[in-house]
T-cell receptor, first 112, second 115 residues
Framework: GQQVMQIPQYQHVQEGEDFTTYCNSSTTLSNIQWYKQRPGGHPVFLIQLVKSGEVKKQKRLTFQFGEAKKNSSLHITATQTTDVGTYFCAPRAWSNTGKLIFGQGTTLQVKP | DSGVTQTPKHLITATGQRVTLRCSPRSGDLSVYWYQQSLDQGLQFLIQYYNGEERAKGNILERFSAQQFPDLHSELNLSSLELGDSALYFC??????????????FGPGTRLTVL
């Protein structure tokens, strides 16, 4: 079955530093979604990537989909305290029978 | 506010008991998904319903069951509760039934504590 690895599990940064989380799949993906969950909150959809090599930006957030459509990354430039939370990838595989898999998540702490 | 509502917000019960969690999807959404989130397990997909019918099943225990009613609200029933069932249970909804093309909107969750 589909295996998903999201790294790192935790990241502590100083405010203003950059942050990157990676999501790797054992199988080729049809697309991938990213969600953010603030402490005490619920996951909120950030973006969906569909095309090989796709890059999308949302202000300080940059999302990339690998050329082989097996991995993805989320990069935050100049982190702010409002970026605190857990970032989940949700990769969708072509072989997916309907089961939905989320990555383990990367929890970001930002020190002011 | 995602438009997805879940009740109750908190639930405290004892081992062996049975509880029902309720979810109302966003207006117009036909799919409802249930997830379990515990500290060491991340977001675990339990089950999906689309327009009243079961569409996909994850690692849902036999002690757990769900259904989606004609008005599209859904209920998750947890029985013979164990300490390990303590977790945050999220409901999410989406417009369509295919998980690969639909953004999901999550509710605020129900925190279940089993004592």
């Amino acid at each position: 079955g589909q295996q998903v690895m999201q790294i790192p599990q935790y990241q502590h940064v100083q405010e203003g530093e950059d942050f990157t989380t990676y999501c790797n799949s054992s199988t080729t993906l049809s697309n991938i979604q990213w969600y953010k969950q603030r402490p005490g909150g619920h996951p909120v959809f950030l973006i969906q990537l569909v095309k090989s090599g796709e890059v999308k930006k949302q202000k300080r957030l940059t999302f990339q989909f690998g050329e082989a459509k097996k991995n993805s990354s989320l990069h935050i430039t100049a982190t702010q305290t409002t970026d605190v939370g857990t970032y989940f990838c949700a990769p969708r595989a072509w072989s997916n029978t309907g089961k939905l898999i989320f990555g383990q998540g990367t929890t970001l702490q930002v020190k002011p | 506010d995602s438009g997805v509502t879940q009740t109750p917000k908190h639930l405290i019960t004892a081992t062996g008991q049975r509880v029902t969690l309720r979810c109302s999807p966003r207006s117009g959404d036909l799919s409802v998904y249930w997830y379990q989130q515990s500290l060491d397990q991340g977001l675990q997909f339990l089950i999906q319903y689309y327009n009243g019918e079961e569409r996909a099943k994850g690692n849902i225990l036999e002690r757990f069951s769900a259904q989606q009613f004609p008005d599209l609200h859904s209920e998750l029933n947890l029985s013979s509760l164990e300490l390990g069932d303590s977790a945050l249970y999220f409901c999410a909804s989406s417009v369509g039934g295919h998980p690969s093309s639909n953004e999901q909107f999550f509710g605020p969750g129900t925190r279940l504590t089993v004592l």
